[in-house]
Structures are given as C-alpha cells and as structure tokens.
C-alpha cells in the first residue's frame, strides 16, 4: 500500500471515529435530558418551538384529571398502550409495506412514539425521522415508564392551533379546568387528534360526531379500570 493510500485510510478511519464520538455524545445527552424530565415538566418542545402560532399551554399533574380524560386519548389513539414496548411492530410493517407500494409512510405511531416525536423531532413521514421516533419511544419506555409517558403525551398534544396539552384545550373550548371535563368532552378533545389545526369540539362535522360516539363506546368496552395499572 502506498503511504497516499494509507494516509487516505487514516483519514477515513479518523472520521468515522469522531463521527462515533460525535454521535455517542448526543445520545449521552439525550438520555441525559430524559431522565431529567422524567421528573421536570418540559419548559417546551420541538414542536412548539416549531409552532407558526402563539403558543398556549399550562401543566396538569395526570393526578388531576379524572381517569376517562386519558382513557378517551387511549381510547381514540392507541387502545393496546399499556400492553406494548413503546412500537407495535405488526402497525409498523404495514406502514413499512404501504410505502414500498407507493403510499404514504404514516400511520403505526403509538402514544408513546407520539410522545417522542412532540418532544424532540420534527413534522413529516420520512424514514429517518419514524427510525429516530421508535428509538426514542423505546427508551421513554425504559427510562419514563407508562404512567410519565401518558402524563406527558397529555400535557403536549396539540389540540388546536398553538394550543398545546389538555389543560390549555380545557380552558379554550371549554372555559374551565381539564379536571372538570365530562367523558363527553373528553372524548372532544380525543377526537381532534390528528388533526387539530383544523378542527373544533364544539363545531363537529358529522363525521366527527360520529367519532365521538366511537370513543365514548371505545372507553365503555375498554372499562373505567383499563389504565388502572398505568396509573396506579
């Protein structure tokens, strides 16, 4: 071998090492953020520091709020929530076999891959992002644990245009606190997701009202109890 050629190995070896390094790094940092708001509320998101719109939002404990206004979430977004990892691998291949056949790559996302996305990345259905999504998810599972991801997820959804968390979408459509909503309006709320930009719990297209009654048949079959163990 050359000494160009091995300079040129050197330098290839060089970079891939301080590309490790790099990446190493961040993610020390990142775990390092997750475990710090694994206690602390988040001061904000990416998606909020995203948001092209004021921002609203308030903080609520989940101790606060009655069981059916996460139970309507679960119920509307991700019913097999306290039973996976953080992924639902079979949603994921579906998604994985809709794009390869020219759909879109959407769908297959799980309240706590949601939770991740809000949190730390960015709006879009690349692969890159749904990669670092699942990753993310699988270690809020492991270092959050179900109940902190569901508190969360509820505190950072969008449910409008710059209103972010059930608190701040309580007191907008509604004029009173998340603690007080009915399962009714909980179910409301659920139904904006995921697209809430564009709609209103107290204008409901008949679609939409039909959605509502879904879920409130939803939480009666899951059962006042169902996120009992998540919760307790």
């Not at 609203?56 to 019913?79: F, K």
């Not at 959407?106 to 960015?122: E, H, V, Y």
């Not at 009173?176 to 409301?188: F, P, T």
Request: positive net charge; glycine residues 8%; hydrophobic residues 45%.
């Amino acid at each position: 071998m050359t000494e160009q050629k091995r300079g040129v190995f050197g330098w290839l070896g060089l970079l891939c090492w301080r590309t490790l390094q790099l990446a190493l790094l961040l993610l020390a940092l990142v775990l390092i953020l997750l475990l710090i708001l694994r206690f602390v509320p988040p001061p904000t998101t990416a998606f909020m520091l995203q948001s092209p719109y004021p921002v609203q939002q308030q903080w609520i404990n989940i101790a606060q709020l009655p069981p059916h206004v996460p139970l309507a979430l679960v119920a509307s977004e991700d019913q097999r929530f306290p039973q996976h990892f953080g992924v639902d691998i079979n949603e994921i291949r579906n998604a994985l076999e809709r794009f390869d056949d020219g759909g879109g790559l959407r769908g297959a996302s799980t309240i706590t891959q949601q939770t991740a996305k809000n949190l730390l990345l960015w709006p879009g259905r690349s692969l890159l992002r749904k990669g670092l999504e699942a990753a993310l998810a699988l270690s809020l599972e492991g270092l959050w644990g179900k109940k902190r991801i569901l508190e969360v997820y509820l505190n950072i959804a969008e449910f409008g245009p710059g209103i972010y968390g059930v608190e701040a979408a309580s007191q907008y459509y509604f004029g009173k606190s998340a603690s007080q909503l009915s399962r009714n309006q909980a179910a409301r709320l659920a139904v904006l997701l995921p697209s809430p930009r564009r709609r209103d719990p107290n204008q409901l297209t008949p679609y939409l009202q039909q959605r509502v009654s879904w879920v409130e048949q939803q939480m009666r079959q899951l059962g006042a109890g169902y996120l009992k163990p998540v919760l307790d």
